[in-house]
Nanobody, 126 residues
Framework: QVQVVESGGGLVQAGGSLRLSCTAS????????MGWFRQAPGKEREGVSC????????DYIESVKGRFTISRDNAKNTLSLQMDKLKPEDTAMYYC???????????????????WGQGTQVTVSS
């Protein structure tokens, strides 16, 4: 049984930092690209970032480029998202997901991901 578990969310002031972590089990971790999504109340789920199976390539949505950094440790089956210079508009539930492929094809489309975590809340106060 595949399990994906996120951690590290919380409340932070604008300009601050948070580091999200995700652990996946029950799957061959390095067979999958891994992604982070977020969903704010009343909005659609949005693809934030994706990293190739070997960490050799990363994709980001424009609004987080230069502020967020995605990374993975295949030896530990973990995925991370370092979020710096946070803004109130980054407030959302953040989800970790395993892509159905090893590369981040169509990374922003949730339909390309097979396994999801339950999410961790990030709240940025102004």
């Amino acid at each position: 049984q595949v399990q994906v578990v996120e951690s590290g969310g919380g409340l932070v002031q604008a300009g601050g930092s948070l580091r999200l972590s995700c652990t996946a089990s029950g799957l061959t971790f390095d067979d999958h690209a891994m992604g982070w999504f977020r969903q704010a109340p009343g909005k659609e789920r949005e693809g934030v970032s994706c990293i190739r199976w070997n960490g050799g390539s990363m994709d980001y949505i424009e609004s987080v480029k230069g502020r967020f950094t995605i990374s993975r440790d295949n030896a530990k089956n973990t995925l991370s998202l370092q979020m710096d210079k946070l803004k109130p508009e980054d407030t959302a539930m953040y989800y970790c997901a395993a892509h159905r492929h090893a590369h981040c094809m169509g990374f922003s489309d949730p339909r390309n991901y097979d396994y999801w975590g339950q999410g961790t809340q990030v709240t940025v106060s102004s």
